[in-house]
């Protein structure tokens, strides 16, 4: 152990200096580091610079305020790039007059950021204030000659100013000692220079009697009215009034029921009398008489009332649907409605307030409209009366798109009759859809389309509307030659088809069972068709006189052949084709049409088409707007 202690010694010794050497290496090095860093802090500090990263505004940067208004400065702030917030650096430019309507801009800058707030002064409205201006007293005092006038009174507040009354000023005056009628006007305007006048009438009464008869009503009126009677004098005994009663009262009210003269006799006490005279002409009470005249124009009604009164004349009119809602209220005799109305119940008013209810039916409500709806290649018929609607074919589905919001756009809602002219895919499937939008209460087929397919149907041909058939529970009526059917007031008879063929032996042997029928309404005859005709078999089995009409819709779209004698017949002065294309061109029935005197309507160059029958007549509208027939 001594060695051990000698030896660490010994090399200690030895070592000293360089132990030395070595320790002041290291606090150089120490030195020389944190020099080192100090430069670097000091050079770090001259890069480093403080900038704006944004500059923020409190509230909206759009302010509006009303005139009068105070305008409080919402607020702003600044934020450094080390997150330190400023606000005393922003330099703010700008003021807001809000005694001034206007716009005006604050803004806001701190180095290079800058913001502008918009301030609206919206210019105040004034409201006018309301006046309840009232004279104390009566506005109508009776004095007799001599006798001192004291004014009783009068008081005007107003909702903004408040008690205004000494702000009344009173033009007129009275002389007490001089008879006659005297009017007093009370006058007061408000700050916002609202004005109010009042009158309050004084008549003086010269000895020893006189009388003053005014009337309670002095406009035309269908009530009694009273003569207010007021009396002066010392001498007064009585009154006698027209009826022959007495009254010794001096302010009196007289009910007179009719217009005439009237003769009131006032007394004095020594029995001599004076006569006042009164005529009434303002009592009303017979109401006006009248009628009115109810028609449509372009599906839209027109009412045109005339009326008289004998004594007030006529004051308004007011016009009420069927169910007496109110449709308007004018002076106007004539009232032009945006629908079609059936019946209009009107009111006449005199200036008396008597009334006279009169009612007008539609003068065309019994027309009947038959629209040829515009489906290409296709058809999709709509017929309707005022009692009674029928709806043929519809096309394929997809022209569910076009047919189902027309007949919404003419109100349609529910379907008497629906029609299918032969079971093709191509006119029936569309049913589907009036079937989920309309109420239907009966179907129509040549063929019962629940057995067809196979026999007289194609593979699409029952594709959705057999599905709707039997989804919406409804049965299918056959409609077979010399069927005739009423429907409301229009009547179908149906001529055809006569002979039916199966697809075995006629590959469109559903055109060629085409149901041909004739619908009657008043005088007036309407032939559909189909795709086919059987004309030789319609010639053989129905008389000439039967067969003449006045529209048909010519067969499969204008490709289909018609007897010549049949169209002789037949004689229409109308023809529609639905079709896409002129296709009656290429057939010589279009000229022996013509030759008949028949007006050809196609529905690709017409679009919608409507024909009108007031059961006598027809007109044919063209580019038909559904909504402008809407019932």
């Known amino acids: 152990m001594d060695k051990l202690k000698k ?12 132990v030395f050497i070595v320790l002041g290496l290291l606090i150089v090095l120490i030195v020389v580091l944190f020099c080192v860093n100090l430069g670097e802090d000091k050079n770090n500090s001259s890069i480093k610079t403080e900038y704006i990263e944004k500059l923020v505004l409190f509230g909206n940067k759009e302010i509006t305020i ?51 707030r918009t301030i609206t002064v919206l210019k105040k409205e004034v409201m006018e204030g309301n006046i309840n201006f009232t004279l104390e007293g009566n ?73 003053t008869i005014l009337s309670s009503n002095t406009s035309y009126t269908n009530q009694s009215i009273k003569a207010i009677i007021n009396i002066v004098g010392s001498s007064y005994n009585y009154i006698k009034f027209p009826n022959g009663t007495v009254s010794r009262e001096k302010n009196i009210n007289y009910e007179i029921t009719s217009n005439g003269t009237y003769n009131f006799y006032l007394y004095d006490k020594s ?34 009332v005339s009326a008289s009164d004998n004594l007030s004349g006529i004051n308004n009119y007011s016009y009420a649907d069927s169910n007496n809602n109110l449709l308007i209220k004018t002076t106007n005799n004539t009232y032009n409605a945006n629908i079609h109305l059936d019946i209009v119940n009107v009111t006449i008013y005199d200036k008396a307030g008597n009334a006279k209810k009169i009612s007008c039916s539609n003068e065309t409500k019994g027309n009947l409209e038959v629209h040829f709806i515009n489906v290409g290649r296709e058809d999709a018929i709509l017929i309707r009366s005022s009692q009674k609607t029928i709806f043929i074919d519809g096309g394929c589905y997809k022209k569910k798109s076009i047919i189902t919001p027309y007949l919404k756009a003419l109100g349609v809602t ?101 149901s041909n029928f004739i619908l009657t309404y008043g005088k007036t005859k309407f032939m559909f068709t189909g795709d ?55 057939r010589s029935e279009k000229s022996y049409l013509k030759k008949q005197g028949a007006s050809i309507y196609y529905s690709y160059k017409s679009k919608n088409i409507l024909i009108i029958s007031d059961g006598t007549n027809l007109q044919i509208k063209t580019n038909v707007n559904p909504s402008d027939y809407k019932k």
């Open 7 to 18: 030896s660490l010694l010994d090399i200690y010794q030895y070592n000293k200096k360089l």
């Open 66 to 116: 009303n005139e009068g208004d105070k305008y409080l400065e919402p607020g702003y702030y600044a934020v450094t790039n080390y997150g330190e917030i400023k606000t005393d650096y922003v330099t703010v430019t700008g003021v807001v007059d809000t005694d001034t309507p206007g716009t005006y801009f604050i803004t806001y800058e701190i180095d290079n950021k800058k913001i502008t």
């Open 139 to 211: 506005s109508l005092i009776v004095l007799e000659q001599g006798n001192e006038y004291i004014e009783p009174g009068y008081k005007a507040i107003d909702s903004n100013d408040g008690d205004i009354t000494d702000k009344v000023t009173i033009d007129g005056f009275v002389d007490v000692n001089t008879p006659g009628t005297y009017v007093l006007t009370y006058k007061i305007k408000n700050s916002t220079n609202q004005e109010k006048t009042l009158e309050r009438t004084i008549i003086i009464g010269s000895s020893p009697l006189s009388a």
């Open 271 to 304: 029995g001599n009398y004076v006569v006042k005279t009164f005529d009434v002409n303002n009592i009303d009470k017979v109401a006006p008489t009248g009628s009115c005249k109810l028609s449509d124009t372009n599906g839209k009604s027109v009412v045109k």
């Open 414 to 514: 529910h379907i008497d009759a629906m029609i299918g002219s032969h079971l093709h895919y191509n006119h029936i499937q569309a049913q589907a859809d009036i079937l989920a939008n309309f109420t239907v209460d009966k179907i129509y087929y040549p063929q019962d389309l629940s057995t067809c397919r196979g026999k007289y149907c194609e593979s699409n041909d029952q594709k959705y509307i057999l599905s709707a058939i039997k989804k919406y529970n409804k049965s299918i009526n056959l409609i077979k030659v010399r069927d005739n059917i009423d429907i409301g007031d229009m009547n179908i008879y149906a001529i055809g088809p006569i002979d039916l063929k199966t697809l075995s032996s006629n590959k469109y042997c559903q055109n060629y069972n085409s």
């Open 532 to 586: 086919y005709m059987q004309s030789s078999n319609i010639l053989k089995n129905f008389s000439k006189e039967l067969l003449d009409i006045d529209v048909l819709k010519y067969p499969h779209h204008g490709n289909a052949s018609i007897d010549k004698t049949l169209i002789n017949y037949m004689s229409p002065k109308y023809v529609v084709v639905t079709s896409a294309s002129d296709e009656l061109a290429k």
